[in-house]
């Protein structure tokens, strides 16, 4: 007599389906992360420069690869949302510069409170934005003709105000050491990184967390279907030339919080590796796609190249050919990961 079981019997077939519809969903989980390229970029940048110094894995070099973070990120986060809405700011290098030399121009040069200084140089910031914003809007202008127009105007604006020199400060202020000037301990690391940390918390949650994040999606994906759904478009695409704006003048005051120096030219390439900054992290020229999160990573990913090169005895004037071949590799990689995404029927996220 043959005695049957009460457990089903599983087809080798159906085995073999089960296992690809796992690989298929895991293959989908990683398509899906926007952070993984330039997370990889960075272990392997960080290997290079560690074999080839040893003095990359001190605390020094860390201080030094966050200081230059805190330069790309902050102006690299606000040129991302822009990005996210679908439009381009290559004024932010010349707001960068700016800026800070108003406040030093109001502060140092006529006596004006510091902490109105301050208040003023990120008023002239928005103000800045929002023209580039409106003209964009209005005039139905690309907006990186715009921003390049408005930005060489404003480069010109900083030459003459000082006839090309520097303002520096001498001596001590609490507000600059809240800006940046100040150190932990003996660490060798800014105050700095925290401002940093918490625009990138701020934004990522915001973008991820709220309507207005939505929205600003929204806006950069599909601005037509957008406006269909009730979307406010320009108000949104208005608040992030604005946000871009704010966020590069406050770039440059760090900066000279952090070295006591406000120049003409500082930061002339700026505009183009905060763009480099939101592409490596994840963000598509399109619009409609980015991460705050994968901004922070590239730009530590540059501060780790640009301490790596002078720690190696690399000339760093070969950091800005490096910068170009990164954002070429990042926009095939984009690319690449899009198309493999596809296939698995994946939308990565943003």
């Given at each position: 007599?043959?005695s049957q079981?009460t457990g ?8 073999r389906?089960v296992g ?8 989908a989980?990683?398509f ?10 960075g272990?392997v ?7 080839l ?5 001190t ?12 330069q790309f990120?902050i ?19 010349s707001?960068y ?5 108003v406040?030093?121009?109001l502060?140092?040069?006529?006596g ?5 200084s ?7 910031a ?8 409106l003209a964009t809007?209005l005039l139905?202008?690309?907006?990186f ?5 408005t ?6 604006v ?15 202020s ?5 800006l ?6 003996s660490s ?5 990184i ?23 999606f ?13 979307v406010?478009?320009a108000?949104v695409?208005l608040?992030?030339f604005i946000?871009s704006?704010?966020?590069?003048a406050?770039?440059?005051?760090v900066?000279?919080?952090?070295f006591g ?11 183009l590796?905060?763009?480099v900054?939101?592409v ?6 399109m619009?409609?796609?980015?991460s705050?999160?994968?901004?922070l990573?590239a ?15 690399v ?14 590799f990042a926009?095939?990689?984009?690319l ?12 990565r996220?943003?």
């Open positions: 007599m043959t079981g089903a019997v599983t087809e080798p077939g159906a085995t389906s690809r519809s796992s690989l298929v969903s895991m293959l989980r990683v899906a992360v926007q952070e993984l390229g330039v997370l990889a970029a272990l940048i960080g290997s290079v420069f560690a074999f110094s040893p003095e990359f894995l605390m020094a070099s860390a201080g030094s690869i966050l200081a230059s973070a805190v990120g102006v690299g986060v606000g040129v991302t949302v822009l990005m996210i809405a679908g439009e381009f700011d290559l004024s932010v290098a707001v510069s700016l800026c800070p030399l406040m030093a121009w502060w140092i040069d006529h004006v409170n510091v902490f109105l301050l208040t003023l140089a990120l008023a002239l928005a103000s800045i934005g929002a023209i580039n914003g809007l139905n202008i690309p907006s003709i715009i921003t390049l127009a930005g060489l105007f404003w480069a010109g900083s030459l003459n105000l000082t006839g090309g020199y520097p303002i520096s400060y001498f001596g001590t609490p507000v600059m050491s809240w940046g000037a100040a150190e932990m301990g060798k690391i800014s105050v700095s925290f401002w940093l940390v918490a625009i990138v918390v701020i934004l990522a949650s915001v973008l991820r967390m709220t309507a207005t994040g939505n929205w600003v929204a806006c950069g994906g599909d601005g037509r279907a957008a406006r269909a759904m009730g406010p478009v108000v695409k608040g992030c946000l704006s704010v966020l590069a406050f770039t440059g005051i900066q000279f919080g952090s120096s406000a120049t003409p030219t500082q930061g002339s390439d700026l505009a590796t905060a763009l900054v939101a490596v992290g994840g963000g598509s020229l619009g409609g796609r980015g705050i999160v994968g901004a990573l730009a530590i990913v540059l501060g780790m190249s640009y301490t790596g090169l002078v720690l190696s005895g000339s760093t004037t070969w950091f800005q050919s490096f910068v170009g071949f990164l954002l070429l926009v095939i990689m984009n690449r990961m899009e198309r493999l995404g596809a296939r698995f029927g994946v939308i996220k943003s």
